[in-house]
């Protein structure tokens, strides 16, 4: 059954359509859910669905294909699972502080990798730590967080890339004993120096 007439159903309090559009969606719930890093969160995406569902114009979907108005809906979820982040900011930056040595890629499974890309991290200052984290780790855009993070965003891909620069540098140059800036303040966060051999 076309998308256009499950929303119309669900309009109107049928519970197999309601049903049928979060099991279409269900991939796009788990997703999301993931990024948000705490218990409810696939419930609260669930429930801004069914807000959706019930609060949705119809008319604007009347010519739509079924692409179309999935992609809305998705691009809905999008932007409710940022209000959500927003929401619940304190509870993920102390999963990110506790966790964010976990990588995205599953290819580096190695624990001396791990501990290294996390004591690199450590040496960014808090912004660039933050972006780093949001862009690599958790998979956001820069668009997405710029809004987290309430900068524009060219100060995140300036932040960005100024991090990698910086990571290099600890990395290649610096072997993780200090980061430099540019007005030759050092950055006060502890480093691991690295024992010659």
């Given amino acids: 059954m076309e998308l256009y007439d499950l929303l119309k159903r669900a309009k109107e309090n049928d519970k197999d359509a309601?049903?049928?559009?979060?099991?279409?969606?269900?991939?796009?719930l788990k997703k999301l859910s993931k990024c948000l890093h705490y218990e409810e969160a696939e419930i609260d995406l669930?429930?801004?669905?069914?807000?959706?569902?019930?609060?949705?114009?119809?008319?604007?979907?009347?010519?739509?294909?079924?692409?179309?108005?999935?992609?809305?809906?998705?691009?809905?979820?999008?932007?409710?699972t940022l209000?959500?982040?927003?929401?619940?900011?304190?509870k993920f930056k102390e999963f990110v502080e506790i966790?964010?040595?976990?990588?995205?890629?599953?290819?580096?499974?190695?624990i001396e990798n791990i501990a290294l890309i996390s004591?690199?991290?450590?040496?960014?200052?808090?912004?660039q730590q933050d972006v780093i984290i949001l862009e690599f780790i958790q998979d956001f855009s820069?668009?997405?967080?710029?809004?987290?993070?309430?900068?524009?965003?060219?100060?995140?891909?300036?932040t960005k890339n100024r991090?990698?620069?910086n990571l290099r540098r600890v990395f290649?140059?610096?072997?993780?004993?200090?980061?430099?800036?540019?007005d030759d303040r050092v950055n006060a966060q502890p480093r691991v120096k690295r024992a010659l051999v």
Wanted: aromatic share 6%; hydrophobic share 40%; with cysteine.
């Fill in 83 to 90: 209000n959500l982040f927003k929401k619940h900011k304190s």
């Fill in 18 to 28: 309601t049903y049928e559009i979060i099991k279409d969606f269900d991939a796009t």
């Fill in 172 to 182: 290649i140059e610096d072997r993780c004993e200090s980061i430099e800036r540019k």
């Fill in 99 to 110: 966790n964010y040595e976990i990588i995205s890629d599953q290819t580096i499974g190695d």
């Fill in 46 to 80: 669930i429930i801004e669905l069914l807000i959706l569902i019930k609060t949705i114009d119809m008319k604007i979907f009347k010519y739509s294909t079924h692409k179309q108005i999935a992609k809305y809906i998705h691009m809905h979820l999008k932007k409710r």
């Fill in 163 to 165: 991090a990698l620069d």
């Fill in 142 to 158: 820069e668009k997405d967080i710029a809004k987290i993070l309430g900068i524009s965003r060219q100060a995140v891909n300036r």
């Fill in 119 to 127: 004591i690199l991290i450590q040496s960014l200052v808090k912004r």
